[in-house]
């Protein structure tokens, strides 16, 4: 099955700074790349997906790149902010059968004002 | 639009109570919906997937006979912990993605159920 590995785990940035978290994936088939912002106690929300045929996407402040030769996409955050502080967890999936996506371990964001 | 609602959001109960979950998908129809458990400061961990009309498929080392999925229509589905202890004690998640779209869909997560066994 699809193994996703997302590093950091844990990541401090100051107010301002970029955040750049990175996750890999095994299975090529594996064609959409979301990724989800949870807050402490709360649901995970999508803030951002990209699907195989795209190298990059961007919305405002946040991108996401993949290489899929390498089988990496990668979360940027840029100027962030206090209220960009959460868990982001990235995640694969193919299309085609009963779509269950795989998740990363997440990586808790901190960011310092 | 894409609103899953999840209820009870919080249930403590002593210890041997069964528990039910709900999860809905309030302005789409979801042939799919998922069932994760999440401890403190770690991943999402897949249960089970839940299809309208068909048995749950569970993942490796969930126990189908404690962890018991309904899902009878295609805006519901149920997670029931069964004589529950404290080791289920846990923050239960419920996710939902459209019908009928060929192409892969993000999941739209409930609020999260924390459940807590004295």
């Known amino acids: 099955g699809e193994n996703v590995e997302q590093h950091p785990s844990t990541l401090s940035v100051q107010e301002g700074d970029s955040a750049v978290i990175k996750c890999t994936y095994s299975d090529s088939a594996s064609n959409y790349f979301p990724w989800y912002k949870q807050e402490l106690g709360k649901r995970p929300q999508l803030i951002i997906d990209i699907r195989s045929n795209v190298g990059e996407k961007k919305d405002q402040r946040i991108a996401v790149t993949l290489n899929k030769t390498a089988k990496h996409f990668s979360l940027h955050i840029t100027e962030t902010q206090p209220e960009d502080s959460a868990v982001y967890f990235c995640?694969?999936?193919?299309?085609?059968?009963?779509?269950?996506?795989?998740f990363g371990r997440g990586t808790s964001l901190i960011v310092h004002p | 639009g894409a609103v899953v609602s999840q209820h009870p959001s919080w249930v403590i109960c002593k210890s041997g109570t069964s528990v039910k979950i709900e999860c809905r998908s309030l302005d789409f129809q979801a042939t799919t919906m998922f069932w994760y458990r999440q401890f403190p400061k770690q991943s999402l961990m897949l249960m089970a997937t839940s299809n309208e009309g068909s048995k749950a498929t569970y993942e490796q080392g969930v126990e189908k006979d404690k962890f018991l999925i309904n899902h009878a229509s295609l805006t519901l589905s149920t997670l029931t912990v069964t004589s529950a202890h404290p080791e289920d004690s846990s923050f239960y998640i419920c996710?939902?993605?459209?019908?009928?779209?060929?192409?892969?869909?993000?999941?739209?997560f409930g609020d999260g159920t924390r459940l807590s066994i004295l």
């Open positions: 995640a694969a999936s193919m299309s085609g059968g009963s779509y269950i996506p795989t």
């Open positions: 996710s939902a993605t459209r019908q009928g779209l060929t192409s892969n869909q993000p999941q739209h």
